[in-house]
């Protein structure tokens, strides 16, 4: 126990100066114990919620790719290059539902929870993809 707190004194010790090296003097006393509590690693915890972005093309009333395999917390983002209107409507393992929109629109979801999900476009039957998410 007592060696415990010693190891945990000594990291505070250790974390301190490198907060305020971070801090560049501008800012004083606020962001410190949020450095702190982030392990003094920006990169880390803040990556990882932010995720990839996978861009889908709407191109020949078809999904390009028609099937994509994404990671839990990334976006996904539907992009029409046809010059007509489509949408993006889940069918299974997800709700989403964009407006029907023209070339140059896009439409974005993110992915909150892993399974497959199937949707379609309701304009053009046929029109369909999955995306797989995983953890
Ligand atoms: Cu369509």
Request: contains cysteine; negative net charge; aromatic residues 6%.
């Amino acid at each position: 126990m007592r060696r415990l707190s010693m190891i945990a004194g000594l990291l505070l010790i250790m974390a301190v100066p490198t907060a305020l090296l971070g801090c560049g003097g501008e800012q004083p006393s606020a962001p410190v114990t949020d450095e702190v509590a982030n392990d003094g690693n920006p990169e880390g915890p803040d990556a990882k919620q932010t995720g990839a972005s996978v861009e889908i093309q709407m191109i020949n009333t078809s999904f390009e790719p028609a099937a994509v395999e994404v990671s839990v917390g990334d976006t996904v983002e539907w992009v029409n290059e046809d010059n007509f209107d489509h949408n993006a409507i889940a069918e299974e393992g997800a709700d989403f539902a964009s407006e029907d929109f023209g070339n140059g629109g896009t439409f974005e979801w993110k992915a909150t929870a892993p399974g497959e999900i199937a949707y379609t476009c309701t304009l053009h039957p046929g029109m369909d993809g999955s995306i797989n998410v995983v953890e």
